[in-house]
T-cell receptor, first 116, second 113 residues
Framework: DQQVKQNSPSLSVQEGRISILNCDYT??????FLWYKKYPAEGPTFLIS?????DKNEDGRFTVFLNKSAKHLSLHIVPSQPGDSAVYFC???????????????FGTGTRLQVTL | DAGVIQSPRHEVTEMGQEVTLRCKPI?????LFWYRQTMMRGLELLIY????????DSGMPEDRFSAKMPNASFSTLKIQPSEPRDSAVYFC???????????FGSGTRLTVV
């Protein structure tokens, strides 16, 4: 039972263009969402997050959008750079606003390749 | 800060053997998580501890898997007996808060032949 789904296993984008990575979730109790980036032979590292009371959060070239009614979030990278080539994981937790968040549920990941 | 330290980085073992993966969390972090990465399921939570106490082990696939956290600075994940389908990358992560702020280790790539 995959509560967080990333339906695109891979994505290829040209340098300078926009990369859009998508994520869907099924658990309506999730109230905090995160994106992690993972390079080969390394552990995932935190990239950006958003709480369920917002619909957009921006950090430099990275923007996360949340559509609660559709249970969908996306990560936009503009402009894409070769160093962005990595696997991106979407993650979610519940209990953010009650201070009881305990664990992250991750998706299957999307491999992004930024070509020259 | 050395971060989360996992050992070994790579492990190759024969089916039926016991495998022990080790993790040293970041000092002061009171949550510790064990995840397994596979192509089919992505990052799958196996078990997590809060203040050295196992809180949720519902992700542990079978009785062949066990995890311990004898103190705040050390945890082990043991597979006995190991099977080829256990081949995956196993990550340990620690955090100050349960739902975010995770720091992952570099992982242990386990191959069971």
């Amino acid at each position: 039972d995959q509560q967080v789904k990333q339906n695109s296993p891979s994505l290829s984008v040209q340098e300078g263009r926009i990369s859009i990575l998508n994520c869907d979730y099924t658990n309506s109790m999730f109230d905090y969402f995160l994106w992690y980036k993972k390079y080969p032979a390394e552990g995932p590292t935190f990239l950006i997050s958003i709480s369920s009371i917002k619909d957009k959060n921006e950090d430099g070239r990275f923007t996360v959008f949340l559509n609660k009614s559709a249970k969908h979030l996306s990560l936009h990278i503009v402009p894409s750079q070769p160093g962005d080539s990595a696997v991106y994981f979407c993650a979610a937790s519940s209990g953010h606003f009650t201070g009881t968040a305990s664990k992250l549920t991750f998706g299957t990941g999307t491999r992004l390749q930024v070509t020259l | 800060d050395a971060g989360v330290i996992q050992s070994p980085r790579h492990e190759v073992t024969e089916m039926g053997q016991e495998v022990t993966l080790r993790c040293k969390p970041i000092s002061g972090h009171d949550y510790l998580f064990w995840y397994r990465q596979t192509m089919m399921r992505g990052l799958e939570l196996l078990i997590y501890f809060n203040n050295n106490v196992p809180i949720d082990d519902s992700g542990m696939p079978e009785d062949r898997f066990s995890a311990k956290m004898p103190n705040a600075s050390f945890s082990t994940l043991k597979i006995q007996p190991s099977e080829p389908r256990d081949s995956a990358v196993y990550f340990c992560a620690s955090s100050l808060q349960g739902g975010y702020g995770y720091t992952f280790g570099s992982g242990t790539r386990l191959t069971v032949v």
